[in-house]
């Protein structure tokens, strides 16, 4: 008995390994070429600029650099120096520091960011087949309907925005949710919380957008709301997501409420989505159907899954034991739904969102709207696979003779590829990051200079708003990584009001007095300048007023470094 018992666990183990191999090989072939270079490339994806996918990389790194540091000094980021919590601008993603450990041993932190990448999209396919078999679908649907989730439409359109790509915390949560609705516990009720709480860490701002689904839907799932059995894992659930998540939510309000940052109309209904998007599909396409969405836009999640999807209401809403789940995932798409559409969303003159977002705390920050649709897709990933296990429950039944059951079974295994690779991802762009060795000479020149406390102004800065005008921000950020020093510029999710006045100033007029005297006051103690890209020649050495520069510094890379000094008053002439 011992040995047979052995033997099945070996058997299972070498069963499961196999999956999480499948898995592994769909996350790289679905990013390929991103595998061929993992240490220089990054990914790209619909806005074809490298200023997200460099600053999320700065990110990792920056949370692995505390990690070292017991999370001294957290909030204060080196970025708009001398601002006080600047890491508090945008996402924190502290569960990227799992890949710490890469950048120790290798202090490649592009080949930490594609390995986070992998482990996302891996973990997307574990948790969401683990959801599928605990509402109750056929093993080989589940691990169908994990690689669909890994495929997620809108991930691979999204792929350059890290935080977009883990939705694991997610469908772990959903599943905690699922399972202490049937069987109320305490356990079952800590692991939503803590699991609602990973997903804070992992994005804050989708972990803000399952939360008004939650609070629009949760209410369906308890078989018994007054049962005393119900409560304490509820209870047990929101005491523990408030306590793993209250302390940055605490910190990350102070500074919204101190520089006052919110999102306007106008920005609010640009990001907002249209229902006509919901027809364009991203990614190649098995079969090219016509489409009426905006140009971009494309958030379907394909027409075989939505079909799969119809099939999983109706066959669920027939089944008792079904009944529950299936009617908080058909609410989760309707309320996603409707509320991806922001500003769009219209009903005479009354726009619900304006209103949800003053009761909301956080929903007035939100600027991408639209990405309610990636809980849109995910359900309907869900409702898919159910439909494909009812399929496969009706098919056992009806088709009693030998040649027709094989035959059912051959076409719905069809009909699953069809729905799984129905859209798939484009071959992936990708970006080469800056190269730091053929910086190195003045990155070590500013580490070893530069005293502490002091900061260094990087020029060029942004010319405009847009986000591909700050790749260069984000290369001189990733050179930050080595060299420690703090930027007097920056780039995040929110930027502070005294950012813009120092960006006006530096690229309208740079060598001036007052230009220079800005930079003084935000404590910096060199100019690096990128010598091809100043269009007025920078003397070796000149006074402005009260202000004096230096060349300290020239590289061979083509960047420059030059000391500011404020001359003192009894010295100047």
């Not at 990110?59 to 650099?65: C, S």
């Not at 883990?166 to 049937?182: C, G, N, V």
Request: charged share 15%.
């Amino acid at each position: 008995m011992k040995i047979t018992t052995h033997g099945v666990l070996r058997s299972r183990a070498a069963a499961r390994f196999a999956v999480v191999a499948s898995y592994a090989a769909l996350a790289l072939w679905s990013t390929w070429p991103l595998a061929s270079a993992p240490m220089t490339k990054l990914p790209l994806a619909a806005m074809q600029s490298a200023t997200v996918p460099l600053f999320n990389l700065w990110t990792i790194w920056w949370n692995a650099d505390r990690l070292q540091h017991g999370f001294r000094g957290y909030w204060d980021a080196p970025i708009f120096h001398p601002e006080r919590d600047t890491f508090a601008f945008s996402e924190p993603q502290l569960t990227t520091t799992v890949v710490a450990p890469v950048i120790w041993l290798t202090r490649s932190r592009t080949l930490a960011f594609n390995i986070y990448l992998w482990l996302s999209l891996v973990l997307n396919g574990l948790f969401a087949e683990r959801l599928l078999r605990s509402a109750g679908v056929h093993r080989l649907v589940a691990i169908g309907g994990g690689a669909a989730m890994l495929l997620l439409p809108i991930v691979h359109w999204q792929l350059d925005v890290l935080q977009m790509a883990p939705l694991w915390a997610i469908l772990w949560t959903w599943t905690a949710l699922l399972e202490h609705s049937r069987r109320p516990s305490l356990v079952h009720g800590a692991a939503a919380g803590l699991a609602f709480a990973v997903a804070f860490w992992t994005c804050s701002h989708q972990a803000l957008l399952l939360a008004v689904l939650i609070a629009g839907g949760a209410w369906i799932l308890p078989r018994r709301w007054l049962a005393w059995s119900t409560w304490p894992g509820w209870i047990a659930a929101a005491a523990i997501a408030a306590a793993l998540v209250f302390p940055a939510v605490s910190r990350m309000r102070h500074v919204i409420a101190k520089h006052e940052f919110s999102r306007t109309a106008a920005l609010v209904g640009q990001l907002s989505a249209a229902a006509e998007d919901y027809t364009g599909i991203p990614g190649r396409q098995l079969i090219h159907l016509p489409s009426i969405a905006r140009p971009f836009w494309n958030l379907s999640p394909g027409w075989i899954k939505l079909g799969l999807a119809a099939a999983g209401v109706a066959w669920g809403l027939t089944r008792r034991k079904w009944r529950r789940w299936t009617i908080f995932l058909l609410w989760t798409v309707s309320l996603a739904f409707l509320l991806s559409l922001g500003t769009n969303l219209k009903l005479g003159n009354w726009e619900p969102w304006w209103t949800l977002t003053r009761f909301w705390p956080g929903l007035a920050q939100v600027r991408n709207v639209f990405r309610f649709a990636f809980f849109v897709q995910m359900a309907v990933v869900l409702l898919g696979a159910q439909g494909l296990h009812g399929s496969l429950l009706i098919q056992r039944r009806c088709c009693t003779r030998r040649w027709s059951h094989y035959a059912a079974k051959v076409i719905l295994s069809l009909l699953a590829l069809a729905a799984l690779f129905e859209t798939y991802p484009e071959t992936s762009n990708m970006a080469d990051v800056p190269d730091a060795r053929a910086n190195a000479g003045w990155i070590e020149f500013v580490h070893r200079n530069t005293p502490r406390g002091r900061a260094i102004a990087c020029i060029p800065f942004a010319s405009s708003d847009a986000a591909e005008s700050y790749l260069v921000t984000t290369q001189w950020m990733y050179f930050g990584t080595f060299h420690g020093v703090p930027l007097v510029d920056g780039y995040s999710g929110f930027f502070p009001q005294a950012h813009f006045a120092l960006r006006n100033a530096v690229n309208t007029s740079l060598l001036t007095e007052s230009t220079l005297a800005r930079l003084i006051d935000a404590q910096a103690e060199f100019l690096v300048i990128r010598r091809a890209e100043i269009s007025v020649p920078v003397p070796r050495v000149a006074t402005f007023g009260s202000v004096s520069i230096e060349l300290v510094y020239e590289d061979s890379a083509g960047v420059d470094i030059y000391r500011l000094t404020r001359i003192p008053l009894d010295k100047m002439d």
